[in-house]
């Protein structure tokens, strides 16, 4: 584990000393990165500058919610970069090399390729995230300061998972699961209003099938002193790592599944 | 049990496909997922061989013939649909790790190295990922740069390489970890007659002097006979010859095709009168194919036979193609 740990690191700091020899379009793109995603906040501003509250949540919370969304999924993506290259490692036989290495796979793969550019985002994540706590009044106990650093935490693993998962469906299509960023991106469009103002359909399938509300919208909840009308008992704020462990798990046995079928038909 | 000194084991190895269509989207994956259509190809079918430490052998066939699902085989990538195979005492699809530890590859049309790194880098992280102490790294660091010549070419990004620069020190990466096995695919691909020749140097120092087993595939009939002792030669999944490379050689010769361009338009009838051991194959319009045995003639006598009769506007020496010799193979066995 310590051992995987520093190879992906390694990894890391290679990819990033890589992209740091074209410098300028690194900058670039990450200040665009930034720019692209700072632009996302905007709506909810014009959407407050008519109303006072949404299904009773102010501005200032709302912000929260996306900040919370925004931050754990940028760390999510930073952390599973090298997956986008799924497609390509598949198609070009890049992979064999991965397998005839004597570390695990995932960790070769994750690594291999972290985009320095997501740091705009994480940067315009974590910039929504705080810069909404400073305006809100929170009363930080001991209890929601867990469930902020989990919920943020749940939060980044589970949209992890959704990239690896995203990853994998290449041993089985030629394409990599586009439709995947359906749950990521979109995950981050949807968690960013409370969930409560969204058809129950749409609310079923983000807090129990792709549990991206469930592990930002409960915890947040109790955080900014919420009363819940869905009616969820009160320990559900604090399960954000366990459905996050799970979903993980999920993820991984899918992804095991389709190594083996890798192995078994080598494309 | 396998025997202490041997390499590699292969008993009735046997490889099949379901080759499935790749569909799109998560739905044609989903019903892949399910699917049973598609249909089976034996990839490669009974494969028996043994190859002991310290031999230097080279395994070729036509595209498609189960090289290369062999070689996924021995490195672990694939799992065999039956059959038995052993790399250095160890069941490489069971122990891919454990195997990885003991082979090396290097792939000629791809790199293992860091594109836009200095190779240095690169050896720092496979030192990490092999697990090699960094006193141990720098060690073998030192004598693999002595080696391959690489002083001056490691503080270089790779991708500012050239081609037969790059490949040295992609033999070099193959090598950081003391492989016992080392598997060369198309290792000289590209690379001009000078580079080739100190690519066949270097790989034969590996092989003599470190005692590593090396297993090498490919196309060019010229590094089979510059490097290795013996040929396996495969066809349609099977072996199809498994011997000496002088046997081989005898099976097909040592027969290059020099090809003419006429300058003057159609070749005339009686083209040429050639010297021993050349004889015209094919004429189409101006091109004329003369097959000749390189034992008994040397391309510049038959060139300039050639150029004293008549006026030439293009000429190429072709080497046999691997197609040929099994095609001659087959022939010889009939």
């Known amino acids: 584990m310590v051992q995987a740990l520093r190879i992906y690191c390694a990894l890391v700091g290679a990819s990033f000393r890589s992209q740091m020899s074209y410098r300028r379009s690194f900058v670039l793109e990450a200040f665009s990165k930034l720019l692209i995603t700072g632009l996302e906040v905007v709506p909810i501003f014009i959407v407050f500058s008519h109303i006072e509250t949404l299904a009773g949540w102010t501005q200032w919370e709302v912000i929260y919610l996306y900040g919370l969304a925004s931050f754990g999924m940028a760390i999510g993506e930073t952390i599973t970069s090298g997956m986008k290259d799924m497609p390509a490692l598949v198609r070009d036989g890049e992979l064999d090399r991965v397998l005839i290495r004597p570390v695990n796979s995932l960790v070769q793969i994750l690594g291999r390729t972290t985009r320095l550019h997501h740091l705009g985002r994480l940067a315009q994540g974590a910039a929504a995230y705080f810069i909404a706590i400073s305006f809100l009044n929170v009363d930080w106990t001991a209890a929601h300061l867990f469930l902020a650093v989990s919920s943020l935490l749940a939060g980044a693993v589970l949209y992890a998972s959704l990239f690896i998962a995203s990853g994998a469906t290449c041993f089985w299509t030629t394409e990599s699961g586009e439709t995947f960023n359906a749950f990521t991106y979109g995950g981050v469009d949807m968690t960013q209003y409370p969930i409560t103002?969204?058809?129950?359909?749409?609310?079923?399938?983000?807090?129990?099938?792709?549990?991206?509300?469930?592990?930002?919208?409960?915890?947040?909840?109790?955080?900014?002193?919420?009363?819940?009308?869905?009616?969820?008992?009160?320990?559900?704020?604090?399960?954000?790592?366990?459905?996050?462990?799970?979903?993980?798990?999920?993820?991984?046995?899918?992804?095991?599944?389709?190594?083996?079928?890798?192995?078994s038909t080598g494309s | 049990m396998s025997h202490p000194n041997c390499a590699i084991r292969c008993e009735g190895l046997s490889k099949s496909f379901r080759v499935m269509r790749h569909r799109s989207g998560i739905f044609g994956a989903l019903r892949a997922l399910f699917s049973t259509e598609g249909a089976d190809v034996e990839a490669v079918r009974g494969v028996s061989l043994s190859i002991d430490e310290g031999e230097f052998v080279g395994y070729l066939g036509p595209n498609g013939a189960g090289k290369s699902t062999t070689i996924k085989m021995l490195t672990g990538i694939l799992t065999p649909s039956s059959g038995l195979v052993e790399v250095c005492g160890i069941v490489p699809h069971e122990k891919r790790r454990e195997n990885a530890a003991n082979i090396g590859a290097v792939f000629g049309q791809r790199t293992q190295l860091w594109w836009d790194l200095p190779p240095i880098e690169s050896y720092r992280l496979l030192g990490k990922i092999y697990r090699v102490a960094r006193s141990e790294l720098e060690a073998r660091l030192a004598e693999l740069i002595d080696l391959f010549e690489l002083s001056s070419l490691i503080e270089t990004p790779v991708r500012k390489l050239s081609l037969g620069e790059k490949m040295r020190c992609e033999l070099a990466a193959a090598l950081l970890h003391r492989p016992r096995v080392l598997f060369l695919d198309e290792p000289t691909i590209g690379l001009d007659a000078v580079g080739k020749e100190q690519v066949r140097t270097h790989l034969r120092a590996i092989n003599q002097e470190r005692g590593t087993t090396v297993v090498l595939t490919s196309h060019d009939l010229d590094d089979i006979e510059a490097l290795c002792r013996r040929a396996i030669v495969i066809d349609?999944?099977?072996?199809?010859?498994?011997?000496?490379?002088?046997?081989?050689?005898?099976?097909?010769?040592?027969?290059?095709?020099?090809?003419?361009?006429?300058?003057?338009?159609?070749?005339?009838?009686g083209f040429a009168t050639l010297p021993n051991g050349a004889t015209v194959t094919q004429i189409e319009g101006a091109r004329v194919w003369i097959e000749f045995d390189a034992d008994q003639l040397s391309a510049p006598q038959l060139i300039q036979a050639v150029l004293t009769q008549h006026d030439v506007h293009d000429l190429t020496v072709r080497e046999i193609a691997i197609e040929e010799v099994v095609r001659r193979i087959y022939s010889n066995k009939s």
């Open chain 2, 236 to 269: 349609e999944g099977q072996i199809i010859h498994d011997g000496t490379v002088d046997s081989l050689r005898r099976t097909f010769g040592h027969h290059r095709t020099l090809v003419v361009d006429l300058a003057g338009g159609a070749a005339p009838d």
């Open chain 1, 197 to 263: 103002v969204y058809r129950p359909w749409l609310r079923f399938v983000f807090v129990f099938i792709v549990p991206v509300g469930f592990v930002s919208y409960f915890p947040s909840a109790v955080i900014l002193g919420k009363h819940d009308p869905l009616g969820f008992p009160v320990f559900s704020a604090y399960l954000a790592p366990v459905i996050a462990a799970l979903f993980l798990s999920g993820v991984l046995c899918v992804w095991k599944l389709g190594m083996r079928r890798y192995e």
